[in-house]
């Protein structure tokens, strides 16, 4: 595998080449592997037709996780491929109830994904106290309640410190987001004591054309996080900015 420098620039195939942008960069390598008639073909080629089939799950499911959360700022580069790998391994390959071949992400096991962490870089303190946010529901939704105790400490060091959260309905079998609501706080002002209470409506498990999708075939999932401010700006400093996730029901 070889990597361009400068003059020739290109992507694709062209004769025994295949170049692709890896990181900014074009990666070229030569052509090789199986065919895709031979994979899907050749009973030798079983086991990998069964995990091209899975993964192709785990990609779906990953994309709709992924939409309306912006984790640029808050992880490192490699996220995208280490989620896809965690839904591979540990929930995909985890499918007791469908064959080989047919494994797919099942709702019962979602729970491992609350294991999952974006952030390599904040500091623990920061990521516990944002681990204690408290997900219930109340008569017209779902609330969000955070508090961080060690909240002073921050106020000395920066002018702002903006809390968001968000809902969504994902399913778990086609790219598609059912329903989701997204909050923001305010800048903390000098006054601001570090606690936070989203209240989210009750959101739809419904398609475009009002069907009611089976709960088997849907997942809850709730994300947050924070972004540090000097002077109204945002601090684009990775250490400060974080994501947190979890899926599943109450």
Known sequence: MGIIKGGIEFTGPVGNLVAYKRNGKIVVQTKGGATKKKIYTDPAMAGTKNNSFAFRNAVTVGVNLRKGIDF?????MSIHS????????????????????????????????NTFRFNDLIPSAIEYDMLNAVW????????????????????SNFNGFKIWGGVRLISLIERNIFDSCDVISDL?????????????PELKMTDAHGELHNEEDVAVV???GFSTFIDGYVLYNKAMNGVFMRVGDF
């Open 72 to 76: 640029s700022n808050c992880a490192p």
């Open 82 to 113: 280490k989620l896809q790998g965690f839904l591979f391994g540990k929930v995909v390959r985890n499918d007791t109830v469908n064959p080989p071949g047919e494994w797919r992400v099942l709702r019962t096991n979602l729970p491992v994904l």
């Open 136 to 155: 219930s529901k109340t008569e017209t939704g779902i609330r969000m309640k955070l508090e961080i105790p060690n909240f002073d400490s921050l106020k």
């Open 188 to 200: 903390y002002e000098a006054g601001s004591t570090g606690e936070v209470v989203f209240d989210f």
């Open 222 to 224: 709730y994300h947050w």
